[in-house]
């Protein structure tokens, strides 16, 4: 009992600190992963002197954590927003990885004197961009839908073939064409039954009496992470199935959707802080100098090689221009995903597999603060901030669910032409309008006579029937001003 009395302390000190983090980290302007990453570190053997080397433990609970952030992924994506990048994503996501694999593998093989089942392994590793670094660092860019699309559906689903690819080199088995059979079965498979049992849940979720309103949002997780296993169960992709089947189901008429998106976003924060919490925990500061080398070199060969080529090699067919392209390139955040997948040679006892686990380490800790921070900067020098940044208000009242309603918040930025527009001629559909401009610090009810101003937050509620229109015609005046409809403008992208 003292024991466990002790842990409970800990852990609740753990999130309560890792929660004030998240402040600190805005404030700073550094994503919070890096803090807490800081906070196991401390509380490791170089810190509080916590010791704890368990490979076979950290890979069940990384991988257990990395589940519920994709079911959060899928269940708070709307598919309006991912649709126009539907076939990049998905090339993305796979072509693009195989790629990478290969790029990266070519690259360390020459120039850190690598094998190439390990150079390739270590290239599998990076493949993957960090789901939770991906969703918490993007949906608060004001970038285009396709571009934010492309990079969330990416990293929603790329671990599945990474984390694929990573068990077949890890092995000792010789790669043959039968392992590219195996890996296009296990994708397809453990996508049909995301998709089906996210299809199956929303229509039992529907019909269902529950006896409490917080049972929903636990029923749904439910369903996803049963997605989960019974992908794995198939012999498929089981990551790949949680995430789809979250997507369907957040994209569903659910009771109770606020409740359940909240109740997911908790999850997904609570994932995330003890994933990096523990990967910081299992770290061992000793043996990162050693690895130092090794792992900027890897950095540099995936992020200024492989993932630039990657990126060319599979969105040039969808006319994404090269300013997107660059955007892309850079946005490939790796965070926990790579540092759970060296678990796997670790587990197997592969040789080179600590320097892999160091090394990576190391990678993720300088790519994190060098890219994390300069993303909007970035989108700024290449003149893909312009967009009016609009994104969904959780809020915990039941007549939204029963009006079948959202609320919107749309902030206009510097250089907007929504700036000087009367509110009157915004002219939203039927079924949408604003209730409500927060301007310096204080907040009135709007009348069609008001004028919008650079920095006001405006709240727009909408039916959900109308919602797209809504904001399609938002982006459309950003973009081209009142007059947006007479120059063609539909604000569709």
Same mark, same amino acid.
Not at 273 to 296: C, K, N, Q, W
């Given at each position: ?60 609970? /990384? ?35 195989? *790629? ?122 439910? *369903? ?13 992709? /089981? ?59 890897? /950095? ?25 392209? *660059? ?160 120059? /063609? ?5």
């Amino acid at each position: 009992m003292g024991e466990l009395t002790a842990a409970l302390g800990v852990g609740a000190a753990v999130i309560l600190v890792a929660a004030l983090a998240v402040r600190v980290s805005v404030r700073l302007g550094l994503p919070s992963l890096l803090l807490y990453l800081a906070i196991g570190v401390l509380l490791g053997e170089a810190g509080l002197g916590i010791q704890f080397s368990d490979a076979d433990l950290t890979q069940a609970l /990384g991988l257990a954590a990395l589940v519920l952030i994709l079911v959060e992924g899928g269940l708070t994506t709307r598919w309006s927003d991912i649709r126009p990048a539907l076939g990049a994503g998905i090339v993305l996501s796979t072509v693009g990885v195989l *790629v990478s694999i290969g790029v990266a593998g070519v690259g360390l093989h020459y120039l850190l004197g690598l094998d190439w089942r390990t150079a390739l392994l270590w290239g599998a590793v990076l493949a993957s961009t960090d789901a939770a670094a991906v969703f918490s660092v993007l949906r608060t860019l004001p970038i285009t839908r396709r571009l934010a699309g492309s990079l969330e559906m990416e990293s929603g689903i790329n671990d599945a073939p990474s984390y694929i690819a990573v068990v077949l080199l890890a092995g000792t088995a010789p790669i043959t064409g039968q392992a590219a059979l195996l890996m296009v079965y296990e994708l397809l498979v453990g996508g049909m039954i995301g998709a089906a049992l996210g299809w199956a849940g929303a229509h039992a979720l529907r019909r269902a009496a529950l006896p409490a309103t917080g049972l929903y949002p636990l029923a749904t997780v439910a *369903v996803c992470v049963a997605a989960y296993a019974g992908g794995q169960a198939a012999h498929a992709s /089981g990551l790949l199935a949680a995430y789809l089947c979250g997507l369907v189901l957040g994209n569903a008429k659910l009771p109770h959707r606020s409740d359940t998106l909240s109740f997911a976003e908790g999850l997904g924060w609570l994932a995330q802080i003890g994933l990096f919490v523990l990967l910081g925990l299992f770290a061992s500061p000793g043996r990162l100098l050693d690895a130092l080398v090794p792992g900027l070199v890897a /950095g540099a060969v995936i992020t200024f090689l492989a993932r630039p080529v990657s990126v060319a090699l599979s969105v040039s067919w969808f006319r994404m221009p090269w300013r997107e392209q *660059v955007f892309l390139s850079w946005a490939g955040l790796r965070g926990a995903v790579p540092v759970v997948l060296t678990m796997i040679p670790l587990s197997e006892g592969r040789p080179g597999a600590e320097l892999l686990v160091d090394a990576v380490f190391v990678l993720v800790v300088v790519l994190t603060l060098v890219q994390g921070t300069t993303l909007k900067p970035l989108a700024r020098l290449l003149g893909l901030d312009s967009a009016a940044h609009t994104q969904e208000v959780h809020v915990d009242v039941a007549s939204l669910d029963e009006l079948n309603a959202s609320l919107l918040q749309v902030t206009i930025p510097k250089g907007s032409k929504l700036h000087g527009v009367y509110v009157s001629e915004l002219r939203l559909p039927r079924g949408a309008t604003v209730s409500l401009v927060a301007r310096a610090g204080g907040a009135f009810t709007p009348a069609p006579a008001t004028r919008l101003q650079e920095g006001d937050q405006v709240l727009v509620v909408t039916t959900e029937d109308v919602r797209d229109a809504a904001e399609a015609r938002l982006r459309a005046i950003d973009r081209a001003g009142r007059y947006a409809r007479w120059r /063609g403008e539909t604000g569709s992208l």
